[in-house]
Nanobody, 124 residues
């Protein structure tokens, strides 16, 4: 059974930082592209960042480029999202997802497995 478990969310002031983690089990993590998505209240889920199976290539959503960094540790079956210079508009539930293949992708349809999410709230 595939399981993705996110952690690291919480309440932070604008300008602050958080580091999200997602631990995967039940799949060959090291062969999968991984992604982070987010969904704010009343809005559709949007792409945040993705990373290839070896971590050699990354893709970012326009709203987080330059502030967020995705990385992975295949020895720990874990993908991370370092979030700096947080803004109130970054407030959302953040989800990690495991890709159908090994590449990095913006498309939600390219992801097969999803975590339950972790909440991030950024206050003024």
């Amino acid at each position: 059974q595939v399981k993705l478990v996110e952690s690291g969310g919480g309440l932070v002031q604008a300008g602050g930082s958080l580091r999200l983690s997602c631990v995967a089990s039940g799949l060959t993590f090291s062969s999968r592209g991984m992604g982070w998505f987010r969904q704010a209240p009343g809005k559709e889920r949007e792409f945040v960042a993705s990373i290839t199976w070896r971590g050699t290539s990354t893709v970012y959503g326009d709203s987080v480029k330059g502030r967020f960094t995705i990385s992975r540790d295949n020895s720990k079956n874990t993908v991370y999202l370092q979030m700096n210079s947080l803004k109130p508009e970054d407030t959302a539930d953040y989800y990690c997802a495991a890709g159908r293949g090994s590449l990095a992708s913006r498309g939600q349809g390219d992801y097969l497995h999803w975590g339950q999410g972790t909440q991030v709230t950024v206050s003024l």
